[in-house]
């Protein structure tokens, strides 16, 4: 694993990042999926990510922030505001 201080990700690459963080099949998430339709993506999911965020990416959410995220996309979209998603 990368120390995230350069590391870009194509779509492809985040979705299954975002997969195996909330242990989910890379086929069934997609941009448009919603937290609540993630198993995984429940208050521990939800600290799980906070963390990997910040060791992989050094991406810090405050707590509003972290409350505010409802779907894959908007993990991806913080990713893209800190650089980290490669847009086509």
Same mark, same amino acid.
């Given at each position: 694993?990368?120390?995230?201080?350069?590391?870009?990700?194509?779509?492809?690459?985040?979705?299954?990042?975002?997969? =195996?963080?909330? =242990? =989910?099949?890379?086929? $069934? *998430?997609?941009?448009?999926?919603?937290?609540?339709? +993630?198993?995984?993506?429940?208050?521990?999911? /939800?600290?799980?990510?906070?963390?990997? *965020?910040?060791?992989?990416?050094? +991406?810090?959410?405050?707590?509003?922030?972290?409350?505010?995220?409802?779907?894959?996309?908007?993990?991806?979209? +913080?990713?893209? $505001?800190?650089?980290?998603? /490669?847009?086509?």
């Amino acid at each position: 694993m990368t120390d995230g201080l350069d590391e870009m990700m194509t779509l492809d690459e985040a979705l299954g990042w975002i997969a =195996e963080m909330f =242990e =989910e099949p890379r086929v $069934k *998430l997609h941009s448009d999926t919603a937290r609540s339709a +993630i198993a995984g993506w429940d208050s521990l999911g /939800q600290l799980i990510l906070m963390s990997a *965020l910040d060791q992989r990416f050094g +991406i810090r959410l405050d707590q509003t922030e972290l409350s505010g995220l409802s779907s894959v996309h908007d993990i991806l979209d +913080i990713l893209h $505001k800190n650089q980290r998603l /490669q847009r086509t």
